[in-house]
């Protein structure tokens, strides 16, 4: 079982809303590379990384947490990292 935390800043009104990005990340493929030694994933609104939060895996050992990556709220170096992750 997987989950997304979701922490973004809403500047835009067309930002995705944690359902839309709970249903990306259910639909997202694990990227072969990683970003800073964690795994990433890509869906189509996000790229996912996954999380240094400990606490959802303490209360269950099957859950993944993993924060959305949003494409409008990062730096072009920022995504060029994650793309070569998924591309590699």
Known sequence: MFFVLALT??????QP???ELQSDFD???LCPGTVDGREV????????ISSYTK???QLDPGLTGAD?????????DVI???EAACSS
Do not use: C, K, P
């Not at 800043?9 to 067309?14: E, F, G, N």
């Not at 994933?41 to 996912?48: I, L, Q, T, V």
């Open 27 to 29: 639909a997202a493929y």
């Open 41 to 48: 994933w890509e869906g189509e609104m996000a790229f996912f």
């Open 80 to 82: 060029r990292e994650f």
């Open 55 to 57: 606490e959802a895996a």
């Open 9 to 14: 800043v809403s500047l835009a009104t067309t």
């Open 68 to 76: 959305a990556v949003l494409r409008d709220d990062n730096t072009r």
């Open 17 to 19: 809303t944690v359902d």
